[in-house]
């Protein structure tokens, strides 16, 4: 199992589906060769540099955190099965009532769509979702980073950029 990277005060927690086996191999989140994740957080300038899998920790540094909605390690997020989503929703919006961060970024539509209990047809906008359903953190929906996707790297980059823009509004003067 691959530990959450929390603790309380993150600004932005990042919620991925599940660890890919490459990531549970290396015991580290986003290990996958084709994942972009590192990359756009340095990119958008989230982090002030590219870090690699086994510096996941070191995201507390600059307040991010990461937590999975399922901890066990599958090839792709299609071979999770419904009870253990729902049993990892109940579990992800207790820890984001208790850990409060200021944003919680859903890396995917679909993950959001699991843990809002929304239908898989329903739309689903990048960025910003209103109203929150965990009082005072914002939820976020961006593309996930895994290769996989077919989203170009610049519009992944573009609602990273805008989840930073989004922080920075939202602090505290």
């Not at 290990?31 to 957080?41: E, R």
């Not at 071979?79 to 009532?97: N, V």
Request: proline fraction near 8%; charge should be positive; include cysteine.
């Amino acid at each position: 199992m691959i530990e959450d990277v929390v603790m309380t005060g993150l600004d932005i927690l990042f919620v991925g589906y599940n660890p890919s086996l490459a990531s549970a191999a290396r015991g580290h989140h986003f290990a996958g060769p084709g994942n972009l994740f590192w990359a756009l957080l340095a990119d958008a300038g989230l982090t002030s540099h590219r870090l690699s899998p086994e510096q996941d920790r070191d995201l507390l540094l600059w307040k991010l955190g990461i937590i999975n909605l399922v901890d066990r390690p599958t090839a792709t997020a299609a071979e999770l099965q419904g009870p253990e989503i729902e049993a990892g929703s109940r579990r992800l919006k207790t820890r984001l009532t208790q850990l409060k961060p200021r944003i919680a970024c859903f890396l995917g539509k679909d993950i959001f769509r699991a843990v809002a209990g929304r239908r898989p047809s329903e739309r689903i906008d990048w960025g910003l979702q209103e109203p929150s359903w965990i009082p005072s953190v914002m939820l976020y929906v961006a593309p996930n980073p895994s290769r996989r996707s077919t989203i170009p790297y610049g519009l992944r980059l573009r609602y990273f950029r805008e989840l930073k823009n989004l922080l920075q509004w939202s602090m505290p003067s």
